[in-house]
T-cell receptor, first 110, second 113 residues
Framework: AQRVTQPEKLLSVFKGAPVELKCNYSYSGSPELFWYVQYSRQRLQLLLRHISRESIKGFTADLNKGETSFHLKKPFAQEEDSAMYYCALSRSGGYQKVTFGIGTKLQVIP | NAGVTQTPKFQVLKTGQSMTLQCAQDMNHNSMYWYRQDPGMGLRLIYYSASEGTTDKGEVPNGYNVSRLNKREFSLRLESAAPSQTSVYFC????????????FGPGTRLTVL
């Protein structure tokens, strides 16, 4: 079974401080990992995925297969980063169900 | 393109009433999904449709039924609503050949009294 664990329901950081949202997964096989974000009063949207290896809005995430982690990082938090963040996992290749974590609410304090 | 649309946006039901949540997408995606979002529980998959003509149960299917009416539309029906079904419901679609990114609708906030 595939499982995604986000240990923190709420993460509060000051503006300008570094941010790390933790995500660990359980899956035997070749996973695809995603981070989705939901800003206030907006729909859930993809932030980034591990296969693209890109930085979006200053956020990066590296897949660590040894530690089965996919933590989301940003060196300097902005107020507009305040949102709900979901880590998600699916099998790679073709159609596959996506499993979401419970989400972490990021609160950036001015 | 409207993307993924859902109706209604809000609904209040009494216990035992039935209703259907509608979802449509205009991105020509094969796969469609229904999730519920609850505080502390994240997003949980109710039902999904890998392609037109197929539907399968997800993690929490009890109390729900679905219909994949055509490639564009995927509806979720509550036959006899219960207070435990109070939640925010999201429809999503994806194109597995495009990396399996899920595109979400705006959500339906359902309250069952």
């Amino acid at each position: 079974a595939q499982r995604v664990t986000q240990p923190e329901k709420l993460l509060s950081v000051f503006k300008g401080a570094p941010v790390e949202l933790k995500c660990n997964y359980s899956y035997s096989g070749s996973p695809e990992l995603f981070w989705y974000v939901q800003y206030s009063r907006q729909r859930l949207q993809l932030l980034l995925r591990h296969i693209s290896r890109e930085s979006i809005k200053g956020f990066t995430a590296d897949l660590n297969k040894g530690e089965t982690s996919f933590h989301l990082k940003k060196p300097f938090a902005q107020e507009e980063d305040s949102a709900m963040y979901y880590c998600a996992l699916s099998r790679s290749g073709g159609y596959q169900k996506v499993t979401f974590g419970i989400g972490t609410k990021l609160q950036v304090i001015p | 393109n409207a993307g993924v649309t859902q109706t209604p946006k809000f609904q209040v039901l009494k216990t035992g009433q039935s209703m259907t949540l509608q979802c449509a997408q205009d991105m020509n995606h094969n796969s469609m999904y229904w999730y519920r979002q609850d505080p502390g529980m994240g997003l949980r998959l109710i039902y999904y449709s890998a392609s037109e003509g197929t539907t399968d149960k997800g993690e929490v299917p009890n109390g729900y039924n679905v219909s994949r009416l055509n490639k564009r539309e995927f509806s979720l029906r509550l036959e006899s609503a219960a207070p435990s079904q109070t939640s925010v419901y999201f429809c999503a679609s994806s194109d597995p050949t495009g990396g399996n990114e899920q595109f979400f609708g705006p959500g339906t906030r359902l309250t069952v009294l």
